[in-house]
């Protein structure tokens, strides 16, 4: 009995055991062959290490042409796999084409092979245009191929023409559909339009696979026109496909751990832009760029300077050798609105062929001058503009590209007295979309106005207010890597809301800001998020503890 079970086990054990596996499907090469495009579909289905692969026909230009086959034989003499070949109608156009065929691949016209549970019956329809011109000899062995392994677990066909699309996908009489049908077919494989098409009908799998490096025109992506490969995989005796966009496999060394930590360096302290001065609107900017690669950097940077700034020049040559650092002052005139900014590009080597492509808005410092007001404006949510008449105001509001935000129009208004730091708000818009109205609540999440402020660039304060006058607040300090979300800031805010906007008003103490007496400067940032279209409009186009950095308010 013992033995009984144990041979049981082993015979379950080897039925289970290598069925699974993986083939790739090889398109149309010719048509235009584009070699380049073709052998990085070799390199990727190579990467993926499938069992074998299998084409579905047009290889060469002109099977005729012994030349012809030399190229792409060559590629594919890097699958590290088996290769069977389909014939198509540029591989085979006449007998003696039918012959070199044999001669280079190593295969007839047509045959048929077994892959652990599943057999492949390999057609030849290179030179007829329906099922009923193939040769008599071709159509009794394919008859007798079915019928011989149609206890299979699957059946697979290939072919190069898809007679199927002009036949049961056009609810036409289709004589070799009923043949699959009747041995009992599971899906059917084949190429020669260069574009990807798939169907089920009568529960049998149709697929016509696209170029993988033959011409076709216009890469459309939505209509499966673009170079690709079929990647299969046999799972407990079920097909499971997958279409690959070629340029999508990579190799595991693809990127290294110094690559990454350098791509992370450099938009963060490799490549820095900062105001060292501004007087009457002119803007001295320093630009610093380190090369902490082991070779020698020389690229051209262009500065994309947009009509409301002025400089010269806009692009000028970076030549740095290793651990060295580049610095340049560059000379700005803002004439009009500070957004959009000057874009700095520059592709920055990384190693091995690859770059880093910085393309982002120069860090320009925007400076508030706060004035001091003998009269503090009354904190009621009732905006009047006579008592906001000495504020600084600001209109312009940014994204995180520089360029003009999409939120509606929006002011804010900025004056202070001995004490106090006043601002005021009115913003514009019908749909004001704010649900929450206690302290401390997820206000940042409705429309809301957020402002980070600080002394020293190390402490922070936070406070965002949405249109219910509720209030979000934190104390950060960098420091002690602190982030105190239990602090309440002890500002007086009031707010008011109309069918055409909102407006805030907010007094926050010096004191609170833990503002030293002799301290001219505050750092800030500020934003207005409009959840009703997913849009911020922000006073220094990040938001980030540094983007605070960059915005000052100037106490006289």
């Known amino acids: 009995m013992k033995a009984i079970i ?31 495009a073709f052998d990085q579909v070799i390199i990727e289905i190579n990467r993926l290490h499938p069992d074998f692969v299998v084409t579905v026909g047009d290889l060469v230009e002109d099977g005729r042409l012994i030349s012809d086959w030399d190229i792409p034989l060559k590629s594919l003499e890097n699958l590290s796999c088996p290769i069977y070949f389909t014939p198509g109608n540029h591989d085979i156009l ?58 299979k677990t699957n059946l697979f066909v290939f072919m190069h023409k898809p007679f199927w699309a002009d036949g049961i996908a056009e609810a036409k009489p289709d004589s070799l559909h009923s043949l699959f049908m009747t041995y ?62 070629s340029g999508n496999i990579y190799p595991q060394d693809f990127v290294n751990i110094k690559e990454e930590k350098l791509s992370y360096a450099i938009p963060r302290k490799l490549i820095t832009t900062t105001t060292i001065d501004i007087t009457d609107n002119k803007y001295t900017q320093e630009l610093k760029i380190v090369n902490q690669t082991d070779n020698t ?21 970076v030549a740095l050798e290793p651990d060295q650092s580049f610095i340049k002052k560059i000379y700005f005139d803002l004439v009009d609105n500070y957004y959009p900014l000057p874009q700095l590009v520059f592709n920055y080597p990384v190693g091995r062929g690859k770059y880093y492509n910085y393309n982002s808005p120069l860090n320009m410092a925007r400076v508030i001058n706060s004035v001091k ?24 509001l940014g994204n995180e590209k520089g360029t003009k935000a999409a939120t509606n129009p929006s002011k804010f208004y900025f004056c202070h007295d001995h004490n106090n730091l006043y601002i005021g708000a009115v913003l514009t818009g019908r749909d004001l979309t704010y649900q929450e109205r206690d302290h401390d609540s997820k206000v940042y999440e ?13 402490l922070y304060f936070i406070y965002y207010i949405n249109p219910a006058g509720s209030v979000w ?31 805030f008003e907010l007094k926050v103490p010096f004191e609170q800001l833990e503002l030293p007496d002799k301290n001219k400067e505050i750092y800030l940032n500020f934003r207005r998020y409009q959840p009703d279209i997913n849009e911020s409009g922000l006073f220094i186009p990040t938001w980030s503890y540094n983007s605070a950095n960059s915005g000052i308010i100037k106490l006289d």
């Open 297 to 317: 950097i020389q690229e051209w940077l262009d500065l994309m300077v947009p009509e409301n700034w002025k400089t010269s020049p806009e692009k000028f040559f």
């Open 6 to 36: 144990i041979i049981i086990f082993l015979l379950v054990f080897f039925t289970l055991i290598a069925v699974d596996f993986h083939f790739a499907i090889l398109g149309d090469r010719t048509g235009g062959a584009d070699q380049e």
């Open 446 to 458: 409705d429309e809301s106005c957020g402002l980070l402020l600080s002394p020293d660039k190390n």
């Open 184 to 245: 009992g077919v599971d899906a059917v494989f084949t190429g020669h339009w260069h574009q990807y098409a798939y169907d089920v009908f009568d529960g049998i799998e149709y697929y016509l696979v696209g170029s993988s490096g033959g011409g076709f025109g216009e890469e459309n992506i939505d209509l499966g026109m673009f170079y690709q490969y079929l990647w299969c995989k046999i799972e407990e005796d079920k097909l499971y496909s997958s279409l690959i966009k």
């Open 94 to 151: 006449d007998q003696d084409s039918a012959k070199l065929f044999y001669q280079k691949t190593g295969f007839p016209p047509y045959y048929s092979f077994d892959w652990e549970n599943t057999h492949f019956t390999i057609m030849n329809n290179s030179t007829a245009n329906a099922f009923e011109n193939l040769e008599k000899e071709q159509i009794d062995w394919l008859i007798k191929d079915l019928a011989l392994n149609f206890e």
């Open 473 to 503: 607040d934190m104390r950060t300090d960098l420091n002690q890597e602190s982030y105190d979300q239990d602090w309440n800031g002890e500002i007086t805010a009031a707010v008011s809301v109309s069918d055409r906007e909102w407006v």
């Open 373 to 396: 007001v003998r009269t503090a404006p009354t904190i009621d949510g009732v905006f009047d503009e006579k008592e906001w008449i000495h504020g600084f105001i600001i209109k312009s």
